[in-house]
């Protein structure tokens, strides 16, 4: 019996835990709620390890485990299955879901005690995390179209968690509303793939595309940038961004783990998996990486002029993503994957120490409000501090490796002028990174004292602080793209501007040195000025929302109020009703008939028997 | 004794039945009067055997005095009832079936 045959136990296990404690968990005391979701994610890690452990000690072509369930549905050439598999490609996706998800849980556990929807939580968050797996290990687009949808599910269940706030259920609702959009387009692109190609099994594909150059690329192409719509709406990408900002009414956990480490990651790790697809339609590159570049310009500076910590981070997340498709779009999946990684651990770990903080100070999440944390939140600020820096890509923090890996590949790939406005957001990131520093340096600028976290929240943030350490180290070694992660994933390659060492070594120098020093003076900056400056045009996201405000809600509602009034009220209605007043007409008319007097009857029955007769004999001819 | 003297004979016993059926208003009349149909469909099934020298017409016969036999029980049954329950056998005063 091989390994993998025992793929299942990994979306299994969560599903249990969702099973379980939601059919037997009603009346159980918090911490066995907690011990169960926990563990079955602590459970599927520890299988994970057991997993990748197998994947390390094959040859790098044979790094593959793959199973099929049951055949799902069948029509003619058309079939799907339930399959899953595990390539290095996922494998990096299920640990990141389950690494971050298990601390993430960890942390849950003691962050939301004493919340009345303790046990709903976790149900939602375990189910999150089986989508999450099913989506990762799926091998067809169909089954990953399930975890995609699953994943949207769960993310607008917990975003509207606290639905007594109308805030947060408008968010969940305008989440879920503006993934339609995208998964509009994944949806297409499925079927354009089982119409062209017969199949959509990844594995099938690639080898249709290896083997058949009859299909017209144009068609290739449609059917990426189809896909790639959906990826845009998942991963929050410019112009379906809007809902990520809002996302953040939800738990500080849930951001961290939804809309921070994983869901919205889950385009660019379909790009990744579609590959051979891209490759064979090569003017898609281009479009990815423009769509990238202007979701990293736009929402660096949109994160600058937020005031809410979480709303900035959530800014924050959304250029980061950006930065993946602008790697994906350069041909640079394993840098797309690696900043994947390295980010989807550091800022969940600025998501839950942003949580701790806005736990210790009542609730408060303004930043303004916040200054001089260093010194009351020793342990959270500094794997704050930490996680900050990864984010601004400060050596030997995990982002530096990652982000240096995409803003090289940039200008080999799309020349001068892309590598500057690239390597523009990355400043304005230190910049952002500068005033999330500032919360913590200088003086005191709240009143009252602070509640200090406890060990289930600072566990996590510490492991997780020293992983986004250790994260940087399979980018090594420098100066190519062969690093240790690279040669794991095993995707295809491209390389540019193959051995200009010296550009390169002084490039990475001096992006290093402009970072630090952009990061310090903001930071500086940030902790004098007690009133920082904040453009209208910035802290709103440059009207985006309000332009979708007017575009695209106004008329749909005054559409909906006409349905509602006239269309509903009057002729739906009104048809309805009228058969009922009809029926209760002829009712009225024929009841009168009913005397109860059984005399009338018999008299009917008579007279109709004679008149039947009269009929049949007339008929016949008689008389 | 011809076929039409048996005929006019059933159907004018009939109208006698039917139309006290529909005029009468005791409940034991009403009873005799559903008799007076039942017989006058017996009179002309006999006629018809006769006239056809065949014997089904004369089964009927005995089918329809057993079922006539057993409606007079079950009759008499609910105008007793009927009787204890209104204290009264009128028909034309009570309308239980009203709608």
Same mark, same amino acid.
């Given at each position: 019996m091989s390994l993998s045959s025992f793929l299942w136990i990994l979306p299994a296990l969560p599903a249990l835990g969702v099973l379980v404690n939601g059919f037997f968990g009603t009346s159980w005391r918090e911490r066995k709620i907690a011990s169960v979701s926990v563990g079955s994610v602590g459970l599927a890690l520890a299988f994970a390890l057991v997993f990748a452990a197998d994947l390390f000690s094959r040859l790098p072509g044979d790094r593959r485990l793959s199973m099929s369930l049951y055949r799902w549905l069948s029509d003619g050439s058309l079939t799907v299955d339930l399959g899953l598999f595990l390539d290095p490609l996922s494998m990096v996706m299920v640990f990141v879901v389950l690494?971050?998800?298990?601390?993430?849980? !960890?942390?849950?556990?003691?962050?939301?005690?004493?919340?009345?929807?303790?046990?709903?939580?976790?149900?939602?968050?375990?189910?999150?995390?089986?989508?999450?797996?099913?989506?990762?290990?799926?091998?067809?687009?169909?089954?990953?179209?399930?975890?995609?949808?699953?994943?949207?599910?769960?993310?607008?269940l917990l975003i509207g968690f606290w639905y007594e706030k109308t805030s947060a259920s408008d968010a969940g609702r305008k989440a879920f509303v503006v993934n339609r959009v995208g998964d509009f387009g994944f949806l297409l692109g499925i079927l354009l793939a089982a119409v062209v190609f017969g199949t959509v099994n990844y594995g099938e594909i690639a080898r249709l595309l290896g083997s058949d150059p009859a299909v017209a690329p144009g068609i290739t192409a449609a059917m990426a940038l189809l896909l790639f719509l959906g990826a845009i709406g998942k991963s929050a990408q410019f112009p379906l961004h809007v809902w990520l900002p809002d996302a953040m009414e939800g738990p500080s956990p849930?951001?961290?783990?939804?809309?921070?480490?994983?869901?919205?990651?889950?385009?660019?790790?379909?790009?990744?998996?579609?590959?051979? !697809?891209?490759?064979?339609?090569?003017?898609v590159f281009p479009v990815i990486a423009s769509v990238g570049l202007a979701t990293v310009l736009y929402a660096s500076l949109s994160a600058l002029g937020q005031r809410d910590i979480k709303r900035l981070l959530a800014y924050s997340t959304v250029s980061q993503i950006g930065y993946m498709f602008v790697a994906v779009g350069c041909g640079l999946y394993s840098a797309g994957m690696f900043h994947l990684m390295a980010h989807g651990i550091f800022k969940g770990l600025l998501f839950l120490a942003a949580g701790a903080v806005i736990h210790a100070l009542d609730g408060r999440q303004d930043l303004e409000e916040m200054g001089g944390l260093g010194k009351e939140l020793p342990g959270v600020s500094l794997t704050f501090v930490a996680g900050t820096l990864a984010l601004a890509g400060v050596f030997p923090l995990s982002g530096f490796f990652s982000k240096d890996a995409i803003l090289w590949g940039s200008l080999g790939r799309y020349g001068l002028l892309f590598w500057i406005a690239a390597f523009a957001g990355a400043l304005v990131t230190a910049l952002y990174s500068g005033k999330l520093l500032a919360a913590f340096l200088g003086e005191k600028r709240f009143e009252g004292s602070l509640h200090r976290p406890g060990t289930v929240v600072v566990v996590p943030l510490l492991v997780l602080a020293l992983s986004t350490l250790a994260a940087g180290l399979p980018g090594l070694p420098l100066f190519t793209e062969e690093t240790f992660f690279a040669r794991f994933l095993g995707m295809p390659a491209h390389t540019f501007l193959a051995g200009e060492h010296t550009l390169e070594g002084v490039l990475m120098v001096s992006q290093l040195g402009l970072i630090v020093i952009v990061l310090c003076a903001a930071a500086r900056f940030f902790t004098v000025s007690r009133k920082a400056p904040v453009s209208e045009a910035l802290a709103s996201g440059f009207g985006v929302d309000r332009l979708y405000e007017r575009l695209f809600v106004r008329p749909l509602k005054t559409m909906a109020r006409f349905c509602f009034s006239v269309i509903d009220s009057r002729?739906?209605?009104?048809?309805?009703?009228?058969?009922?007043?009809?029926?209760?007409?002829?009712?009225?008319?024929?009841?009168?008939?009913?005397?109860?007097?059984?005399?009338?009857?018999?008299a009917s029955l008579a007279g109709g028997a004679v008149a039947l007769i009269a009929l049949s004999v007339w008929f016949q001819g008689g008389f | 004794m011809s076929l039409e003297s048996v005929m006019v004979t059933g159907i004018v016993l009939f109208i006698i039945g039917a139309s006290g059926f529909l005029l009468r208003g005791n409940a034991i009349v009403l009873l005799l009067c559903i008799e007076v149909m039942l017989n006058a469909?017996?009179?002309?099934?006999?006629?018809?055997?006769?006239?056809?020298?065949?014997?089904?017409?004369?089964?009927?016969v005995f089918i329809i005095m057993t079922v006539s036999a057993a409606e007079a029980a079950v009759g008499l049954a609910i105008v007793v009832a009927l009787v204890r329950l209104f204290g009264t056998a009128d028909m034309t005063r009570i309308n239980l079936l009203k709608g």
């Open positions: 690494f971050v998800g298990f601390l993430i849980h !960890l942390y849950s556990a003691g962050y939301m005690k004493g919340d009345p929807g303790y046990r709903r939580y976790f149900v939602f968050l375990n189910l999150f995390i089986f989508f999450m797996l099913l989506l990762v290990l799926a091998d067809n687009l169909v089954l990953t179209f399930v975890g995609w949808e699953g994943v949207g599910l769960c993310s607008y849930v951001s961290a783990l939804i809309h921070g480490a994983t869901m919205v990651n889950a385009g660019v790790y379909l790009l990744c998996r579609i590959s051979p !697809l891209l490759e064979a339609a090569p003017a002729f739906v209605d009104g048809l309805v009703n009228g058969f009922g007043a009809l029926s209760m007409a002829l009712g009225t008319l024929v009841a009168g008939y009913q005397s109860g007097f059984f005399r009338r009857y018999a | 469909v017996n009179l002309i099934l006999v006629g018809f055997a006769r006239y056809l020298y065949g014997t089904e017409g004369q089964v009927f």
